[in-house]
């Protein structure tokens, strides 16, 4: 901590500030949220991680890092930067491996009266019908074509297909679909990885989850009926990305920026997982046109994954699935770049804003959100452990003057693999787990016991971070009862 | 055990260190740990599949992150895990070249104890070093 506190410096009670000075090359300070807690507990590699980012060239205001910001490959995972459309680049190490990896929330009429002498059967179904672990692979059989048309124009391909709702599009993060996504710029070995992928969860922190809504963690009682949420509902979390095809064009890209960074275009970085391009090149454009595929996947993954849910919610309560209310909140990604307006130095600006592990947090008025949220402000889904908790919490106004209208993604964790395995053993936390009333399902124990609960940061703290800094308000806090894990 | 995983290093995801004898060993004992991080028992995984690798690389770490990455590609595009490997290693004027068989088996979630999926290789600190007489190779695998 000492040696923490001779480099950060104090600017509030959840900002603490790293100057320019700290080291050569940085174009702008570093911004670090979090309460004196969460602190204690910060993994040091954030302070190189963040501050090696703000060396990038175009880069805006601050480099920041959430309250949940873990240690990640050149970026930290809560790691937020705008750079210059003109003068910036794009990295994919800004982005993540996992491109949109991201939450969606789904309401149900259901309460948990109704869902506990079904609730085993739930989660089993759950896991049979939504593909987990190594090697899983989703229901749909497509080919080459139909996958880069997919990719092209994300989730309005499933409602065209019966894998959802019209009122699922207008609930998800762009519509579902990131508009020039172009399938010419991807490998043919991303759709080799990617092709079976569709409506599989995944597996390290990737999880599906029923939750429950205690009557007294409603914070907002306005925002959550106009969200549609009530005591003692059930609802349902979870949380995956673009599986190995995201992976693979972001692998395809760094490789690609490695070899015209230096020699083309002269940009030097500390770190070759912040390889970069500038984004108006040629080389730029493709990668983002390529990100935008990887989005648009994603969606639709998330998207066949509702469509399972529903399936097995409307089989086991005999009922249909709009009458038992499965209607999404929201579907957010926290692993993207993407083109943004904001105010720096008292001008609008277009900037491409990277974020990773970090959620766009869009305050109240914002065409970009749905109608049903504008007066509220966009829905920010963070999801915990699977033993403690997750969170629904709406973007601000004041997330739009000071992040870049971004926030805090999850729990962000605290313990490696390794010694969670070491400490945990997967059969007794299950059964430990059980006993606090809540079920999981999981492809392996030794896997189980990676994800223990203390394996994060507490996620109170961390919503408490955003809250008091006020780029995050809290709605609601959801406690888990069945767990679906990879 | 030739390899083990560092804590220190990254604690959302296994960083890996290897050492060996030769580079063909590194690279066998790399592949062994990263296929060791998906499933817990090697030995479940047996060599009814068979596939060739050719790969070409200006450098040592390009030529390793290649055929680590190959495997990950392998898995999930043909639900294949693989634990022998004949690997040779040669040098043009200009590349290294990788040529080899590796055998392995399809996915079973019956029968293979599986555990976190490997989604990438990362080229955060990865290293390949030849010590004395021994060779060091350090990576990060992304779970």
């Not at chain 1, 060239?57 to 790691?79: K, T, W």
């Not at chain 1, 705008?82 to 929330?105: H, K, T, Y």
């Not at chain 1, 229901?139 to 959802?164: A, H, M, P, R």
């Amino acid at each position: 901590m000492t040696e923490i506190n001779s480099i950060l410096k104090k600017t509030s009670s959840t900002t603490w500030e790293i100057p320019a000075t700290y080291k050569k090359g940085m174009r702008v300070p570093a911004k670090i949220y979090g309460t004196d807690k969460l602190l204690k507990v910060l993994d040091h590699h954030v302070i190189e991680q963040i501050t090696n980012v703000a060396t990038l060239p175009g880069i805006q205001n601050y480099a920041y890092a959430m309250p949940d910001a873990h240690s990640g490959y050149g970026f930290p995972i809560g790691g937020v930067a705008a750079m210059d459309i003109d003068e910036g680049v794009i990295s994919p190490g800004g982005i993540g491996f996992d491109i949109n990896c991201g939450m969606r929330l789904v309401l149900t009429n259901l309460t948990h009266t109704d869902v506990k002498p079904k609730l085993k059967e739930l989660v089993d179904q759950l896991y049979k019908r939504v593909p987990a672990g190594v090697g899983g692979s989703g229901f749909l059989k497509i080919n080459n074509t139909q996958f880069k048309e997919i990719v092209e124009i994300g989730s309005k391909w499933c409602i065209e297909n019966d894998y959802g709702w019209e009122e699922d599009l207008e609930k998800t993060e762009e519509e579902g679909s990131m508009k020039n996504a172009n399938a010419a710029k991807i490998s043919d070995v991303s759709i080799k990885r990617g092709i079976r992928q569709i409506g599989t969860l995944g597996s390290g922190n990737h999880y599906l989850e029923i939750q429950v809504v205690k009557p007294e963690n409603i914070f907002d009682k306005k925002a959550a009926k106009t969200i549609g949420i009530f005591p003692n509902q059930v609802v349902i979390m979870f949380h995956c990305g673009s599986r190995g095809f995201g992976h693979q064009v972001a692998s395809d890209y760094l490789k690609k920026f490695l070899y015209v960074m230096q020699e083309k275009y002269k940009i030097e970085i500390l770190d070759r997982e912040l390889a970069c391009a500038p984004f108006n090149s040629q080389e730029g454009q493709d990668y983002f046109s390529a990100m935008k595929c990887a989005i648009n996947m994603s969606f639709v993954n998330r998207q066949i994954i509702l469509h399972r849910i529903r399936e097995v919610f409307g089989q086991i309560f005999k009922n249909d699935p709009e009458k038992l209310g499965l209607s999404m909140v929201y579907d957010v990604a926290h692993n993207t770049a993407k083109i943004e307006e904001h105010n720096i130095n008292g001008k609008n600006k277009k900037v491409i804003v990277h974020r990773k592990g970090a959620t766009r947090a869009f305050g109240p008025g914002r065409d970009e959100i749905p109608q049903k949220y504008r007066s509220i402000g966009q829905p920010v889904i963070i999801g915990g452990s699977m033993e403690t908790g997750s969170y629904l919490l709406l973007g601000t106004e004041t997330s739009h003057q000071e992040t870049f209208a971004s926030t805090a993604h999850g729990s962000g964790r605290i313990m490696s693999r390794t010694k969670a395995r070491r400490l945990f053993r997967g059969e007794k936390l299950f059964r430990d787990m059980l006993n606090r009333g809540i079920y999981v399902k999981s492809v392996s124990y030794s896997g189980l016991a990676e994800e223990a609960g203390e394996a994060y940061k507490d996620i109170d703290e961390v919503v408490n971070a955003t809250v008091e800094a006020k780029i995050s308000k809290r709605v609601t806090r959801f406690v888990p009862i069945g767990n679906v894990k990879g | 055990m030739p390899y083990s995983y560092r804590e220190d290093i990254s604690i959302a995801d296994a960083a890996i260190e290897v050492t060996a004898n030769s580079l063909e060993e590194l690279f066998i004992d790399s592949a062994k740990a990263l296929t060791n991080t998906m499933v817990d028992n090697l030995d479940s995984i047996k060599c009814n599949k068979k596939s060739k690798i050719h790969i070409l690389a200006p450098s040592m770490e390009f030529l390793l992150f290649e055929f680590l990455e190959k495997l990950i590609i392998l898995k999930d595009a043909e639900t294949l895990l693989f634990n022998k490997f004949q690997l040779e290693i040669t040098e043009t004027s200009n590349e290294l070249v990788l040529d080899g068989k590796i055998y392995g088996e399809k996915i079973n979630y019956n029968k293979h104890e599986l555990s976190s999926d490997v989604k990438a290789i990362t080229l955060h600190m990865f290293k390949v070093e030849k010590i004395n007489n021994n060779w060091k190779a350090n990576f990060i695998l992304d779970i």
